[in-house]
């Protein structure tokens, strides 16, 4: 099921326009690139997806290749 249809069965479900529907489904992505954006690499926890982290050895190897 792709995103569109599934931003389009919720906003008839709910009667919300389709624009607030995809503002809703699309928070929460923006939500961890600001987390991530912020240097906060600990973890973010996402109800019903699970719990992400950045590997410490990871943001190493991409700041050393930033300063090049």
């Known amino acids: 099921m792709s995103k569109d249809l599934i931003i389009y069965k919720l906003a008839n479900k709910y009667n919300l326009p389709l624009n607030k529907i995809k503002e809703i489904v699309d928070y929460q992505f923006k939500y961890v690139v600001r987390i991530m954006k912020e240097g906060k690499f600990e973890y973010i926890r996402l109800p019903y997806f699970g719990r992400f982290s950045v590997n410490s050895e990871r943001v ?9």
């Open 60 to 68: 190493k190897y991409i700041n050393k290749l930033k300063k090049k």
